[in-house]
């Protein structure tokens, strides 16, 4: 029996791989062993609950005004130890956090092949997102499977240099919206209905601190005020570069409600409840086209490129006059509207965990389903 140890840090790792864990542990032919290094806390502990999983290992790293310096030292420790005590045959890693790659760096010194799921997504600029765009270049360097969620996402390994044991699998994100779409229907949680066009908006990157989240907060101002029957909900990062500047300019604005990130489950209802997005997340720009919603970005560049060149997303930057008139068109123009929101989801059928774990038994010689590459 091979041990998998699969590894978490965030709110976003924990969505993307709790649709493979619990496929995972229900294959006897592995023991599944996961481990959180709880880089975000609380965020971390909101998903973990959704979908009835509970770390076998649990770092619990997070302090108050944490650096990128005290995550990876304090993560490298514990991998070490963790890893020698386990010896796992393979470690599963997620994405782009600094738990991602200290823990595939840690394997690498280790010597335990590492599975990359989400690889080979760029931007192309090694500040932007930071540091995950980094992060996730070293990780794939350092893995022996990779995952590639699109066939773009592989091209761009097979321009590196990486070729071997590459596979398209869709995104993993698409498994879990598609799973709490499904537990929605069965237990709906109810939205105030206000008769007004909700914008969901989320700011949280260390490329949005300073000045593009003064930008971006003046441009929601902006947009309340130029329509009346527009509400903005906005789920606030706990991070103080974001919640401070966020609540010194938009804390009394009528018609904007900032809140605490609510569950997982509430979030997607809010999301489904919406009119259109305003983000600076990735997992966002894949999931809110399973819900039919446009997703306007707000970042210099994206390394989620499939959303654009498919039309449910567009890119807008930080520019608070760019942003408003980006919403404007949104608001005014039903056809551009319904051209954004009638597409098929770029980013993943619903099928990548199934597709990950048959390769993984590929991988161990062990038998396995054939399942075509994922092709949207």
Sequence with gaps: MQKIAIVIGTRPDAIKLAPLVNVMKKDRSFKTILIATAQHRWLLDQVLSVFSLSPDHDFNIMIDGQDLF???TQALTQFK???KNLSPDMVI???DTTT???AALSAFYEGIPVAHVEAGLRSFDKCNPYPEEINRILTDNLSTLLFAPTKKARENLLREGITENIYV????AI?????AIGQLKE???TVQDKGSKLILVTCHRRESFGEPIREICYALKDIVENFQDVEIVYPLHPNPNIRLPVNDILKSVERISIIDPPPYLEFINLMSSSYLVLTDSGGLQEEAPSLNKPVLVMRKVTERTEGIEAGTATLVGTNREKIVESVSRLLKNKALYNSMSGKKNPYGDGKASQRIHAYIRKYFNLPCEEIPEFSP
């Design 169 to 172: 699998t869709g995104n993993t």
């Design 70 to 72: 005290h995550i990876s």
């Design 81 to 83: 130890t963790a890893y």
């Design 93 to 95: 890693v997620q994405g």
């Design 100 to 102: 991602t790659f200290i």
């Design 187 to 189: 237990n709906p949680v």
């Design 175 to 179: 498994d879990a919206i598609e799973r």
